[in-house]
């Protein structure tokens, strides 16, 4: 691993751990799921790095995806479980973390809570070279389990690189075969997502998330302006529609149809929000880790 990657990680993770804990200041009952996106994004680039990608504030049964759009009048209330799911990059290079918060009183929101912390925790014990991914997702798993909770079977930790928030190899949250052994240097973000449901996510309408993935012709001029300022200003990165709405200057309808015609096309791709097939409770925690024999907690 270069020094120069090394440098931007371990940049980019201080910057990210510094937003991360602010914004989890922020979400208290009456409060605005957008006013807390909106202010954990500005941290970051006060702090020197750019989102890696836009601020998840995810409720309750959504697991992820879940983002405010520019109008969201969304607020926290007692009770409510809440993911804040949080990227920044420095150079291109990502860290990916996450916390959950429980607004008030929720005991079921502890617990769940708690048992993704231990699973997070024990399974950052074991990414040092030649143990397997195998090994750290049966920790995960019997982590959760032990606890009396089920992981989220379909939602995974996995590696970050370069412009690149989700790279291959992936972690499972349950127990794998995978061969892959861990090598000095990889950094991967992993995130355990817990909840008292079946444990698996299904996707749910409501998409505020894109990327961008090529260039098509199109005979609508918006469509050519906004697929412009995803590939220039975003690059391979996730982008929210809400940060559109001032980029492209074109109104939420318009951009609302635009989007979805080249989701159609095939130039944009697009991440809707996650729920767990019960609408059980879920929480998440995440850091992203350099595999070393003491591994290095980038976001702590």
């Known amino acids: 691993m ?9 940049k980019a993770g201080r910057i990210l751990a510094e937003a991360r804990n602010y ?7 009456g409060e605005r799921a957008l006013d807390v996106a909106n202010a954990v994004e500005s941290k970051i680039r006060e702090l020197g790095g750019e989102p890696a990608f836009p601020t998840n504030v995810s409720f309750n049964h959504i697991a992820a995806h879940d983002l405010p759009d ?14 804040l799911d949080i990227g920044a990059h420095v150079k291109g290079w990502v860290t990916d973390s996450a916390v959950t918060i429980v607004v008030g009183k929720n005991d079921v929101g502890e617990k769940i809570k708690q048992a993704a912390e231990l699973a997070l925790q024990n399974a950052i014990k074991l990414m040092i070279p030649e143990n397997t991914i195998g090994q750290v997702s049966a920790s995960i798993e019997k982590t959760i389990r032990d606890a009396g909770f089920n992981p989220v079977i379909n939602l995974t930790g996995h590696g970050v690189g370069q412009y690149e928030v989700h790279a291959s190899p ?50 609508f001029p918006e469509s050519t302006k906004i697929l412009k300022i995803a590939k220039e200003k975003y690059s391979k990165l996730p982008f929210a529609k809400r940060w559109l709405v001032k980029d492209a200057g074109v109104t939420p309808a318009k951009l609302a149809l635009v989007l979805r015609g080249l989701v159609e096309i095939g130039s944009l791709y697009e ?8 609408d059980a409770l879920v ?15 980038v976001t702590a």
């Not at 270069?2 to 371990?10: A, L, N, T």
């Not at 991440?271 to 019960?278: A, D």
């Not at 995440?286 to 003491?294: A, F, L, M, N, P």
């Open 170 to 219: 992936a972690i499972p949250n349950i127990a794998t075969k995978s061969p892959y052994v861990l090598k000095e240097g990889d950094v991967f973000a992993i995130e355990p997502f817990v909840t008292t449901g079946m444990g698996m996510v299904k996707e749910t309408s409501g998409t505020q998330i894109y990327r961008w993935l090529n260039d098509r012709h199109t005979r």
């Open 283 to 297: 929480a998440q925690a995440e850091h992203t880790v350099i595999v070393g024999k003491e591994p290095v907690m």
């Open 70 to 83: 520019h109008e969201d009048v969304r607020k926290f209330n007692e009770g409510d479980v809440v993911k």
């Open 2 to 10: 270069p020094d120069e990657r090394i440098d931007s990680v371990k």
């Open 23 to 29: 914004g989890a200041t922020l979400v208290r009952a």
């Open 271 to 278: 991440y809707p929000p996650l729920r767990e097939v019960s």
